[in-house]
């Protein structure tokens, strides 16, 4: 069993005195800079004026500055821009202050695992990646509690970039919940496994593909989105709480039977194959190159395909439903993003 670190195992003292410098403060950076001023650490954070989290993170109470003018100022610093922007920051603003002794931080490996962004010897390379969005790390910390995070050290000449990332990790929350180590390969290669396969493009695709299989069938989309979309929640909680028993457990035996019967016959042969498939395109960079190439050349393809998501049929029946269940904050997709 990998070793899980707790609260005991993490001394914030490896940040004190430092300056900590949150570079983007979207989903993950308004989390990060305010959980560790809560937490006691200086923090200071870099935006793009004129941004709408420019003006949040001035609402939070902080002076934003430009990457070049944190890079200069922090001992440590997080990179919590996009993955495919952060090469190009890194490269015009970061890197001409990468001085000795410094450490540089990540959220997520990507960069490092396919060298977009290769920093100097002498400087510490770490990762704390939390293991939720942005939002979830915020409220988690609020309410006292966190979320699960991974670490690892990527270049460590001061001998000391294992505590700095764990009491950084016990600064946003995470040793509350637990923390493992890793190495930025894994977490890369897993992460982005993770969102391709099931919590991101194979749920979606599921969803997507009942939800049409009913009412191309004829029955009413809203008795399609309640079952293919709103009771999802209740079964992951379930399984998240208590692992596949608990959920089958509580289910009736007639929707456990279906399970164990049907399950397998929408995951084939052919499934897995293209599973392996989107791992070996993981680990050959195959993929990290397709979307750095996408990204460089206008993203017109990646903006066809979020246009296409947005306006498809379980996006329409979805939000009037939504708005009935009074007891739910509404969320949506902010104007002009
Ligand atoms: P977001 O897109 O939500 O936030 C990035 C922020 O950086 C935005 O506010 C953006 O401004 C800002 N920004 C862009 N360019 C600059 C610049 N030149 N100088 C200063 N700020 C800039 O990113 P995420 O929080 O989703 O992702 C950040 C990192 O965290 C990534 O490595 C990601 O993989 C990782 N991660 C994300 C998780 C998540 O749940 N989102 C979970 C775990 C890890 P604007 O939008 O105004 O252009
Ligand atoms: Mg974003």
């Known amino acids: 069993m990998a070793k899980v670190y707790s609260e005991k195992d993490a001394d914030l003292k490896y940040l004190k005195g430092k300056t900590v410098a949150i570079v983007g403060y979207g989903s993950q950076g308004h989390a990060h800079a305010q959980n560790l001023r809560d937490s006691g650490i200086k923090v200071i954070v870099a935006e793009l004026p004129g941004t709408n989290n420019y003006k949040l993170a001035v609402k939070a109470g902080f002076k934003p500055m430009t990457a070049r003018e944190a890079a200069k100022k922090a001992d440590l610093l997080m990179i919590l821009l996009p993955d495919q922007v952060q090469a190009k920051v890194y490269a015009s603003e970061i890197a001409p202050e990468m001085k000795k ?195 460089k050349t206008g993203a017109k393809n990646f903006k066809a395909l979020r246009k296409k998501g947005r306006t498809q049929p379980i996006e329409v029946v979805g939000p009037k439903l939504r708005k009935m269940m009074t007891w739910m904050k509404p969320k949506g997709v902010p104007k002009g993003e």
Not at 104 to 115: C, D, E, S, T, V
Not at 175 to 190: C, D, I, K, N, Q
Not at 233 to 254: A, C, F, H, K, P
Request: hydrophobic content about 40%; aromatic content about 10%.
């Open 101 to 295: 002794g410094k450490t540089l931080a990540f959220a997520h490996g990507f960069n490092i695992r396919y060298k977009q962004i290769v920093p100097p010897k002498d400087v510490d390379v770490i990762m704390v990646a939390p293991k939720g969005p942005g939002h979830k790390l915020r409220d988690q910390y609020v309410a006292g509690m966190g979320i699960p995070n991974l670490i690892a050290v990527h270049q460590n000449p001061s001998k000391q970039a294992k505590k700095v990332a764990l009491a950084y990790s016990k600064a946003l929350g995470g040793t509350r919940a637990g923390v493992l180590e890793t190495t930025f390969s894994e977490e890369t290669e897993t992460d982005l496994f993770g969102e391709q396969v099931i919590l991101c493009g194979g749920l979606s695709a599921l969803i997507e593909s009942s939800f049409e299989t009913l009412v191309k069938a004829g029955y009413q989309p809203e008795i399609a989105y309640y079952e293919v979309c709103h009771e999802l929640q209740l079964i992951i909680n379930l399984i998240v709480e208590g692992g596949l028993s608990w959920m089958r457990y509580s289910v009736s035996d007639t929707a456990e039977y279906g399970d164990y019967t049907r399950g397998p016959r929408l995951v084939t042969a052919e499934t897995r194959k293209e599973m392996k498939k989107i791992l070996k395109e993981i680990q050959d960079g195959s993929f990290a190159q397709e979307w750095i190439t996408e990204w």
